[in-house]
């Protein structure tokens, strides 16, 4: 049952660090001009959306080669 509990926090902490490795990340590119003006809070909303989107993504891939990579060596 210990194993479940530490595999769960190891998923959480992984999906919650690559969202805003991302979110970080996407805050370096100017997208300005993709969007119309006066709408800063739909652009913010925008951003975190798809921060947890693309995030939850590379987070799964990353815990899915560790989970090979564990299944390999054992």
Do not use: P
Not at 9 to 21: E, N, Q, W
Not at 48 to 55: C, N, P, T
Not at 57 to 66: A, M, Q
Request: aromatic fraction near 20%.
């Amino acid at each position: 049952m210990q194993v479940y509990g530490v595999d769960a926090a190891v998923r959480i902490a992984s999906h919650l660090a690559f969202t805003y490795l991302f979110f970080w990340s996407l805050q370096s590119f100017r997208t300005d001009s993709l969007f119309k003006k006066n709408h800063q809070s739909q652009i913010r909303m925008f951003y975190v959306l798809f921060s947890f989107a693309i995030g939850y993504l590379i987070s799964s891939c990353f815990l899915e080669i560790l989970s090979l990579f564990r299944h390999l060596i054992l």
